[in-house]
């Protein structure tokens, strides 16, 4: 499983971004994919994620601005990311598991992509 997160940029605070995720497998609907983020001097934090069936669990800050979905038959998971602000500011990563479980540990997830730098301004 080969995961490629993009998407990331810098933008002002209130302004939105949609990340993507792209992932290599012929397995793509059953897995559970997750966002996570490091932010600058910080631990590596979950963000979100979507089970194969479409449950959702999102961390408390971001819940109300930020929407996890995917395309099954594009074999792509996203992050659209509304009103942000600096607290914001980290390298967001795709990470996948093959569970049908909502996880929000990082050491659950097996899979990773290489991260994405989203930098929000104030």
């Known amino acids: 499983v080969q995961l490629q997160a993009s998407g990331g940029g810098l933008v002002e605070t209130g302004d939105s971004l949609r990340l993507s995720c792209g992932v290599s497998t012929r397995f793509f609907s059953t897995l559970t994919l997750a966002w996570f983020r490091r932010a600058p001097g910080k631990e590596r934090e979950f963000v979100s994620a979507?089970?194969?069936?479409?449950?959702?669990k999102y961390t408390d800050s971001v819940k109300g601005r930020f929407t996890v979905s995917r395309d099954n038959a594009k074999n792509t998971m996203y992050l659209q990311m509304n009103n942000l602000n600096p607290e914001d500011t980290a390298v967001y990563y795709c990470a996948a598991a093959q569970t049908s479980r909502l996880r929000d540990w990082s050491s659950q997830y097996p899979y990773w992509g290489q991260g994405t730098l989203v930098t929000v301004s104030s």
């Open positions: 979507i089970t194969g069936s479409g449950s959702i």
